[in-house]
């Protein structure tokens, strides 16, 4: 039981770091941003972190780099299609962006989410550390 409020505590830090860093770092971006984002955000910042479940720990990350545009592109795509298309809130549009999907989604943009994916990598992986979720220190 322990184990698994170790891990939840984690994952809820992790969602929240992440999405407050990506809401600064689109502050910083555009010069706004909208509360939904950080939830974007903080999901596929557990989304990225989950790769440590799934691949080696030493992974390259020029691997992980790729991996994490596709689960942000993909993310970015269906909370677009909810948040733009059906909502109708107009939180961003890449229409006038090369090689776009629906307006939700571009190849710019999937080229710049490695590099954010990698930040998701150092914080996911910081936070696996203070908690010791890898190791051996937390009872089952």
């Not at 706004?32 to 030493?58: Q, R, S």
């Not at 307006?103 to 943009?109: E, K, T, Y």
């Not at 996911?124 to 908690?131: E, I, T």
């Amino acid at each position: 039981m322990k184990k698994f409020l170790v891990k939840l505590l984690s994952y809820t830090i992790t969602f929240i770091i992440g999405g407050l860093i990506y809401m600064g770092l689109e502050m910083l971006w555009r010069g706004y941003t909208h509360w939904t984002m950080g939830i974007v955000a903080g999901i596929a910042t557990i989304l990225i972190g989950l790769i440590n479940e799934i691949l080696p720990k030493d992974t390259p990350l020029l691997v992980q780099a790729p991996i994490c545009s596709l689960i942000i592109t993909e993310l970015e795509y269906i909370s677009g299609e909810i948040l733009n298309v059906y909502l109708g809130l107009n939180i961003w549009d890449y229409s006038q962006m090369p090689l776009n999907v629906d307006g939700q989604v571009c190849l710019p943009a999937s080229l710049l989410w490695m590099v954010v994916g990698l930040i998701a990598v150092v914080i996911d992986d910081f936070v696996r550390a203070q908690f010791d979720i890898d190791g051996n220190n937390v009872d089952q």
